[in-house]
Each structure stands twice: as C-alpha cells, then as structure tokens.
C-alpha cells in the first residue's frame, strides 16, 4: 500500500544552526506534499506544501524542496529558534483510487539553546 | 475566524461502550476529514465528509462510522471500544475536497478506553 517514510525521527540542533528533515513517498501518483507542525496538546498545524509541478518552495526561515524522479520531499528550517521545538508530519495526498493523506511518523526536533 | 473545534477535548470509556465526537469546521468548509493519532501508527486517516456524503475511507473496521450534517459540522461515532482504540482522534477541515484544498486541524479529542 502507500507509504511516506519520515526520517530522522529525533533532531537536536543549537540555537541557530539549520535542520533538514527528509520524506520518502511511494505513491508516484501523489501530487501534494504538506508539512504539519504539531505542538503539545495541539493538533497539527500547516506549516508550508508545494505541488507536484514544483521543485522548490521557501516562506522566510522555511523551505521545502521536491524531487519527484527520487519521490523524496524535504523541510529545511533555517536560523531554529527555541519556539521551533515541536513534531514535524510530512504528508503525501495519494490519489490511487482513494484521495487520501498519507503521513510520515513525525520526526520531535528540539532546539538547543 | 474561528478555527476548527472539537467537542469533547478528553473522553474517558469503557472496553464495549460507544462514544461519539464533534468536530465543527471553519465557517465556509464543507469538507471534514477524521484522523487517529497513536504514538505507534502516527496519523491514520479515518474517512472524509463531503456535502453530506462521505467521499473517502480508510482502513478501519465498521465499528468507526461517521457523518456530516447540513452546515458542515460532521460526528464520529465508535462502537463497541476497545483498549487498541485509545488515541488523539483529530478532525480537518478543507474548503471543497481534500483533492484539491489543503486541510486545517483542530485540537483533537483526546480518547482513552479503559
């Protein structure tokens, strides 16, 4: 069935420094990709998606980039501030058969002060 | 604007017992979108509700069911629980289908089944 692999699924940085997390999708069909932010006790929060017809997307400190041969899709949090610790789902929308969300398993970042 | 609500926020039952959730979208949202949350399978995607009429499914037994009402503010009802069913149950909203919008939280409810 389909899948999205998430990876790492801890990452601890300083203050500062940049932190990339990579999503690995199965579905060849999926044309939608989404990153949630999720903070304790809430629900999942979007942060920032790009389409299937773009390679790369960027909102200040946020980037998203998509390789759609490879079908890996990657967050890149620049400049991490304390207030970035949170769990971070990236997302595939599978459109085989049943239009459905896939999510990754989260990847917890912390940032060091 | 409001954001996407959920009643109750924590919801305490026992094995065998049914429970059922409210989730109200964001003012104009017609679809909704039902998800549960366990540490080990991560979000697991429940059905989605469109104008009424549930559009998508995913994998779960009969005993998860939902529905939408006319303005949009959707139910999910869980019969006969069991402990595996202890989990977030978080809804979504989009404007029009999750195929072409993308879709907004709310806070969850927070199941346990003892």
């Known amino acids: 069935g389909e899948n999205v692999e998430q990876h790492p699924s801890t990452l601890s940085v300083q203050e500062g420094d940049s932190a990339v997390i990579k999503c690995t999708y199965s579905?060849?069909?999926?044309?939608?990709f989404p990153w949630y932010k999720q903070e304790l006790g809430k629900g999942p929060q979007l942060i920032i998606d790009?389409?299937?017809?773009?390679g790369e997307k960027k909102d200040q400190r946020i980037a998203v980039t998509l390789n759609k041969t490879a079908k890996h899709f990657s967050l890149h949090i620049t400049e991490t501030q304390p207030e970035d610790s949170a769990v971070y789902f990236c997302?595939?929308?599978?459109?085989?058969?049943?239009?459905?969300?896939?999510f990754g398993t989260g990847t917890r970042l912390k940032v060091l002060a | 604007k409001a954001g996407v609500t959920q009643t109750p926020r924590y919801l305490i039952k026992t094995r065998g017992q049914q429970v059922t959730l409210s989730c109200s979208p964001i003012?104009?949202?017609?679809?909704v979108s039902w998800y549960q949350q366990t540490p080990g399978q991560g979000l697991q995607f429940l059905f989605e509700?469109?104008?009424?009429?549930?559009?998508n499914k995913g994998n779960f037994p009969g005993r998860f069911s939902g529905r939408q009402f006319s303005n949009s503010r959707s139910e999910m009802n869980v019969s006969t629980l069991e402990l595996g069913d202890s989990a977030l149950y978080l809804c979504?909203?989009?404007?029009?289908?999750?195929?072409?919008?993308?879709?907004?939280f709310g806070p969850g409810t927070r199941l346990t089944v003892l």
């Open positions: 509700y469109f104008s009424e009429t549930q559009r």
């Open positions: 579905d060849s069909a999926s044309n939608y």
């Open positions: 979504a909203s989009s404007l029009g289908t999750v195929s072409y919008n993308e879709q907004f």
């Open positions: 790009i389409r299937s017809n773009v």
């Open positions: 003012s104009g949202h017609r679809s």
């Open positions: 997302a595939a929308l599978t459109t085989s058969g049943t239009y459905k969300y896939i």
